[in-house]
Structure formats: C-alpha cells, structure tokens
C-alpha cells in the first residue's frame, strides 16, 4: 500500500520556521520526484517545491525561493521542506505528493489545473499568525 504521511505542520508566528516531512512507503522511493504543495482556503493548488530523489534536481515556486529549502534522505524514504522566515499568506494546507515523471512533477507544480502526481498524501495544516 502506498502511502505518503505529512507531519510537522503548526501554528507559527511571522518570521519563524517550521519543518514539514513526507514519509513515503509503497514505491521505490529512488524513482520518484517528490513534491510540496499547498492550498489555502478559497484559492487554487499552489506547487511549493519539487526534488528529484533520482538525482537531487529541485524546484521552487518564485513565491518561497530562499526561504523554503527542500531535501530528501533516501535512507529513510522521506522529503523534508524547511520553511524559514515565514509569512501569514504561506498559512495553508501542505500536501506532499509522488510522481514518476519529474517532467510531469514539474508541469504539476506550475499549473494548479494539470493533475498529474501519482499518490498524494492527506496535509498537514501550517498557519501563521501575523
């Protein structure tokens, strides 16, 4: 059974820092681009960073370029997106999800109306206060 299982979320204040994690099970972990997503309230799916656990490529949304760092230990299945210095409109649900493609992964992160992504997991809620 596939599974990707986020954690890591909470209430912050502006300008504070929280850790999400994915931990994936299910699938070769090593084959696949992970990625973050997120969705506030009222607004489209927005893709947040992308790696590839192939070859460590990454993607970020101009939104979160040098405050979001992703990263991946293949060891233990999982992607980590360190959020830093973070800002009241970053308060959404983040959802992490699998692709096989990391051109498909990508073309997912830029269009909030292409569905690609293979599994997705449930969200883990971050909310800033300001």
């Known amino acids: 059974e596939v599974q990707l299982v986020e954690s890591g979320g909470g209430l912050v204040q502006a300008g504070g820092s929280l850790r999400l994690s994915c931990a994936a099970s299910?699938?070769?972990?090593?084959?696949?681009?992970i990625g973050w997503f997120r969705q506030a309230p009222g607004k489209e799916r927005e893709g947040v960073s992308l790696?590839?656990?192939?070859?460590?490529?990454?993607y970020y949304a101009d939104s979160v370029k040098g405050r979001f760092t992703i990263s991946s230990d293949n060891a233990k299945n999982t992607v980590y997106l360190q959020m830093n210095s973070l800002k009241p409109e970053d308060t959404a649900v983040y959802y992490c999800?699998?692709?096989?493609?990391?051109?498909?992964?990508?073309?997912?992160?830029?269009?909030?109306?292409?569905?690609?992504?293979?599994?997705w997991g449930n969200g883990t809620l971050v909310t800033v206060s300001s």
């Open positions: 999800a699998a692709d096989a493609s990391l051109t498909r992964g990508i073309a997912t992160m830029r269009d909030p109306h292409y569905y690609g992504m293979d599994y």
């Open positions: 299910g699938f070769t972990f090593d084959d696949y681009a």
């Open positions: 790696i590839s656990s192939s070859d460590g490529s990454t």
